[in-house]
């Protein structure tokens, strides 16, 4: 293995472009004696002459105009590894987002606003529940999460941006519709249609109501949120949601949020990533629109 140094392929590549030591020098900012001093040590390294001078002139040898192909890609390629590296830094980059189902519905027109502003940035969301958020998190599969509640005993960094409520759901013609200030205990009465485990709107809904020791009786399991909105509307039972999945459903009186005292269930939304994780910039960029511009009344306007 020779040991051939980095700035005597550049120094070398230089010379052979320009076949002269005075304007590469230049061209490198070096002193005309640096300029040759490089080029002697590559021979000696190299064990063969790569230039010769006839007169004034220096021309390629055999073995320089042999090696300078070479030399120019060995620089092609790092030049690319630079510009790659620069662009990851920069906003070129990929940008990996992955969201709980809930947040899909308010995410998508937010990510239409930041991408204006980064172009050029390829955006990569992937909708899917809880705890499969946090296996990919766990898997460093992602630059940042939006989900609910930072999990306990992982090494996560969570900062909370956005009340996430969630309401109780009925059907608009559901007898308990117009009343005001259900008692919870009313609800051990109704049928509820519930989120596949996993998901953490399920999770918040069975700790709420075990804390406030009802027992509910659930239907139908369902992994989406339309599916359940869906169920609800046809008369299955009731359901929980965020009440970020309904304003559509509530704008066009498909469906009504029951007043049920102690509701909502008030959880917050969170912008995760795993400590000690190196942010792209875009990555980072990500992170502080969210907590800059992410706010209620934008993503359910009263
Ligand atoms: P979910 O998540 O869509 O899995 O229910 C919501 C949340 O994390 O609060």
């Excluded at 890609?73 to 662009?87: G, S």
């Excluded at 991408?115 to 630059?143: F, G, H, W």
């Amino acid at each position: 293995m020779i040991n051939i140094t980095l700035r005597q392929l550049q120094v070398f590549e230089a010379v052979a472009r320009h076949l002269s030591y005075t304007r590469a020098a230049e061209a490198l900012h070096l002193s005309q004696p640096a300029t040759s001093m490089q080029i002697k040590q590559l021979e000696e390294v190299a064990g063969i002459p790569l230039f010769e001078q006839f007169g004034k002139k220096i021309y390629l040898t055999e073995a320089g105009k042999r090696f300078h192909p070479y030399c120019q890609n060995i620089i092609q390629q790092l030049n690319d590894a630079e510009t790659m590296l620069a662009n990851l830094n920069g906003t070129h980059g990929k940008l990996t987002i992955c969201v709980a189902s809930t947040a899909g519905y308010f995410m998508p027109p937010l990510l239409a606003e930041f991408c204006k502003q980064y172009p050029n940035t390829q955006i990569s969301l992937n909708v899917t529940n809880r705890e499969t958020l946090l296996q990919l998190l766990a898997n460093n599969e992602m630059d940042i999460a939006i989900m609910g509640r930072s999990p306990d005993g992982h090494d996560l960094e969570a900062v909370s941006f956005m009340e996430n409520p969630l309401v109780v759901i009925a059907p608009i013609s559901h007898p308990l519709a117009k009343e005001r200030n259900i008692p919870m205990s009313r609800m051990a009465q109704e049928t509820f249609l519930v989120r596949e485990s996993g998901s953490g709107t399920r999770t918040a809904m069975e700790q709420f109501f075990a804390e406030h020791k009802i027992t509910l009786t659930t239907g139908t399991e369902m992994s989406t949120n339309e599916a359940i909105k869906q169920a609800v509307q046809a008369g299955m039972g009731l359901s929980i949601l965020s009440r970020h999945t309904i304003q559509l459903e509530l704008d066009t009186h498909r469906l009504t949020v029951l007043d049920v005292e102690n509701f909502p269930i008030q959880r917050h939304w969170y912008v995760i990533h795993r400590k000690g994780k190196h942010l792209t910039t875009v990555a980072q960029a990500f992170k502080e629109f969210v907590l800059e511009n992410i706010r209620a009344e934008s993503v359910f306007p009263s």
